[in-house]
């Protein structure tokens, strides 16, 4: 397996996989989500799907039930519209690196903004 076609095989479960939740996927559980990024094993069998979602904790975990429960229904679809030997088995991850990076943005802003309250004050 090259790395060229490893990759090429994860761009497009992340294209493909994107279209299937936001078109196709009915059920009422899932939420706002964007597929972030695809890991891929070398043998092409196994894929996992990292997901951000919108909204509350609350929403978040229904949306990860409704994934779960989809990912059939996921598999299925990607194998028709992926020609690969062997439809790879999905899991969904909740993808936590965007909320990270917005928190450590708000605290670097906090931070400057102290900076520069203190800096006035000399």
């Known amino acids: 397996m ?13 294209q493909e996989a994107s279209d299937i939740i936001m078109r196709n ?11 972030t990024d695809v890991e891929v094993t070398g043998d092409l069998r196994q894929v996992k799907i990292f ?15 409704g994934l779960s429960s989809a990912t059939g229904f996921v598999r299925s679809e990607l194998g028709k519209r992926i020609r690969l030997r062997h439809t790879p088995e999905i899991s969904f991850v909740f993808d936590e690196s965007i909320e ?6 708000s605290l670097l802003r906090e931070l400057d903004d102290a900076q520069k309250g203190t800096q006035s004050d000399e």
């Open 2 to 14: 090259t790395v060229q076609r490893a990759e090429k095989v994860r761009e497009a479960v992340r």
């Open 25 to 35: 996927l009915k059920d009422p559980r899932v939420g706002f989500v964007t597929v």
């Open 51 to 65: 997901v951000s979602v919108y909204g509350d904790e609350e929403s978040r975990k229904t949306t990860m039930e």
């Open 100 to 105: 990270r990076g917005a928190r450590i943005f």
